[in-house]
């Protein structure tokens, strides 16, 4: 059965370190998501994606964080100068369209920023 | 705006008995409504939806929700728990459709403890 995948599973930085967080949705998926989830709070949406451009973003997704899909496999979220307050896990999301369906979620990073 | 009110932050259950997870959710559209479920060090898996079809939804593993649009309810029931129901489980909107991605809104989460 097809399932998104992400890398790496743990990735831990310095802060104000660059990282960039690796997707392969599933491959005949359309939309595309990240979200993070707190350690011991709830999941939040960051960001949207199709047809190479944002859809939706939330007040977390600030000029800090980008997306891209590079080469029409990966979907990659970029964190340009990582804050403590950074470390999460990240979830990756995939859906065929955009309303009233599964968004397929992959088994997430673990970022730890120190 | 959408979002959901799970109602219990811990629910703890004796293996064969019934489960309730109690989730309330107010929407400015005609929302579709989710519950998915983490377990522990895992990622999210889909239980079962609801889409303005049926508003009893079978899910996976004999799990079912209820959709009462009068009380904005969702409510996740299970007649009979087992062990490896033990989870953290999460109900989720998504506003109706519009065409466009749409986020899902997800609730702060329930735990789920089942004793022997």
């Known amino acids: 059965e097809p399932e998104v995948t992400q890398t790496p599973s743990h990735q831990v930085t310095q802060m104000g370190q660059e990282v960039i967080l690796r997707c392969v949705p599933i491959s005949n998926h359309l939309y595309f998501y990240w979200y993070r989830q707190i350690l011991g709070q709830k999941v939040e949406f960051l960001v949207s994606f199709y047809n190479n451009e944002i859809s939706e973003k939330s007040e977390i997704f600030d000029d800090q964080f980008s997306v891209e899909r590079p080469d029409g496999s990966n979907f990659t979220l970029k964190i340009r100068s990582t804050k403590l307050e950074d470390s999460a896990m990240y979830f990756c999301?995939?859906?065929?369209?955009?309303?009233?369906?599964?968004?397929?979620f992959g088994p997430g990073t673990r970022l730890t920023v120190l | 705006a959408q979002s959901v009110t799970q109602l219990d932050s811990h629910v703890s259950v004796s293996e064969g008995t019934p489960v309730l997870l109690r989730c309330n959710y107010s929407?400015?559209?005609?929302?579709?409504l989710f519950w998915y479920v983490q377990h522990p060090n895992k990622g999210l898996q889909l239980l079962l939806k609801y889409t303005s079809a049926a508003t009893l939804v079978k899910g996976i593993n004999g799990f079912e929700a209820e959709f009462k649009k009068s009380e904005t309810s969702f409510h996740l029931t299970k007649p009979s728990a087992h062990m490896s129901d033990a989870a953290e489980y999460f109900c989720?909107?998504?506003?109706?459709?519009?065409?466009?991605?749409?986020?899902?809104?997800f609730g702060t989460g329930t735990r789920l403890q089942v004793t022997l």
């Open positions: 929407s400015s559209y005609s929302p579709s």
């Open positions: 989720v909107v998504q506003r109706g459709l519009t065409g466009t991605a749409s986020k899902l809104t």
């Open positions: 999301a995939s859906t065929p369209s955009g309303a009233y369906n599964e968004q397929f």
